[in-house]
T-cell receptor
Framework: GDSVTQMEGPVTLSEEAFLTINCTYTATGYPSLFWYVQYPGEGLQLLLKATKADDKGSNKGFEATYRKETTSFHLEKGSVQVSDSAVYFCALKTSYDKVIFGPGTSLSVIP | SAVISQKPSRDICQRGTSLTIQCQVDSQVTMMFWYRQQPGQSLTLIATANQGSEATYESGFVIDKFPISRPNLTFSTLTVSNMSPEDSSIYLC????????????FGPGTRLTVL
């Protein structure tokens, strides 16, 4: 069945470091791909999305490119800030409109 | 975007009781879903709330334990029945807004603790 795999956390980075959170997926057809973020004590927010192969989603300095050949959607940011500390979820939307989430990656950015 | 509200925002309940969670959206919605997020875990889809008919449940979830209603397009309830401590979780509703392609927007969640 459809599934999402993410790199295990927690990830701890110093401020201004480069961030990569790996995400790979298994799906039939052509799913849409998402990154959601959950800040401490808050609800889930959509961070960025990509709906077809080679699309690049971007928001708040974060980017991810839909790579069909490697079934990946890695999240990157060139220079993280303390305010980026959160849990990041990779997700895919199936052809049946169901969203399947990865296990989440906790990021802590230290000054 | 839209405003998605959930009530209650949190509750502490006794074992064996039931709690009904409400989800209200201020915009037209095409689809509504209910998720569970157990402590330190990812989100798991419980069911798709269908307007005017029985919800569609995912494997491992049953109507007797999680009855769902959706009397109109913008409102749904999830009941957690005969609760046990294992039901302690955050319960979230999510919606796909009319006019959007495939984005799901999430409510703020209901944090449930069962003693």
């Amino acid at each position: 069945g459809d599934s999402v795999t993410q790199m295990e956390g927690p990830v701890t980075l110093s401020e201004e470091a480069f961030l990569t959170i790996n995400c790979t997926y298994t799906a039939t057809g052509y799913p849409s791909l998402f990154w959601y973020v959950q800040y401490p004590g808050e609800g889930l927010q959509l961070l960025l999305k990509a709906t077809k192969a080679d699309d690049k989603g971007s928001n708040k300095g974060f980017e991810a490119t839909y790579r069909k050949e490697t079934t990946s959607f890695h999240l990157e940011k060139g220079s993280v800030q303390v305010s980026d500390s959160a849990v990041y979820f990779c997700a895919l939307k199936t052809s049946y409109d169901k969203v399947i989430f990865g296990p989440g990656t906790s990021l802590s950015v230290i000054p | 975007s839209a405003v998605i509200s959930q009530k209650p925002s949190r509750d502490i309940c006794q074992r064996g009781t039931s709690l009904t969670i409400q989800c209200q959206v201020d915009s037209q919605v095409t689809m509504m879903f209910w998720y569970r997020q157990q402590p330190g875990q990812s989100l798991t889809l419980i069911a798709t709330a269908n307007q005017g008919s029985e919800a569609t449940y995912e494997s491992g979830f049953v109507i007797d334990k999680f009855p769902i209603s959706r009397p109109n397009l913008t409102f749904s309830t999830l009941t957690v029945s005969n609760m046990s401590p294992e039901d302690s979780s955050i319960y979230l509703c999510s919606v796909v807004l009319a006019g959007t392609y495939n984005e799901q927007f999430f409510g703020p969640g209901t944090r449930l603790t069962v003693l």
